[in-house]
């Protein structure tokens, strides 16, 4: 009876640990947006163990396309304590390290008063308020111009 | 309820403080001020605070905290002061 026991709570934890696994893999995609673009949409709480991945998989990537812009989207972040804000710092420079220029998006009003009363503020590095903006910036950064096209404006 | 308007002029949003400013206004102003910028997307916002008599730190410490939230949210801030500047000066 025991032994069934024991071993059905370690198949369970085996699967848990096996799913946990592969949200940290899910959880962290980093797309690319244009030439020389790439962007990671962050959804869900920061933690040292996430950002390490996001940090990995955004440099591998940065490598990968040759990137000169990165854009870290924290619209699905929902809260930045000074942990958090830190960690998002840490990635920021490390992509600095590699020529890459980072942007960081997606900050909500909310987002923006709890940092500033933390005292944080990410001082010389590029913040817009949606990833619209983010993309625009960055696409101008590496010689793209978003317009519109003439005939689309008559419909 | 007391408010202060906010008004849209092109790119920018125009905040004239025209009334006394009490704590719980400059924090709802800074509440509707921070989701303004989001939602209009916001260039550059203008604090015209030539109509206040006081700035206590209070006060003082909102205005810089609301310039720096406009700046996260990437929007300059500019304060119009010119009669308050000795007294902003004293607050830094």
Redesign the interface.
Known sequence: MVVTTETYIKSKEEIIRRQQEEMLELSTPVVKIWEQIVAVPLIGTLDSARTQTVMENLLQEIVNVSATVAIIDITGVPTVDTLVAQHLIKTVSAARLMGTECIISG????I??T???LGV??QDI?????LA?AIKYGLSRVGYRISRIESSKQQ | MERIPILKLGNFLLVSIQVDMHDQLALNLQDELTARIVQDNAKGVLIDISALEVVDSFIGRMLANIASMARILDAETVGDRNLEQPRCEKHR
């Open positions: 900050i909500r009003p909310q923006a008063q940092m500033i009363h503020s990410f590029t913040t817009k308020a949606t903006e």
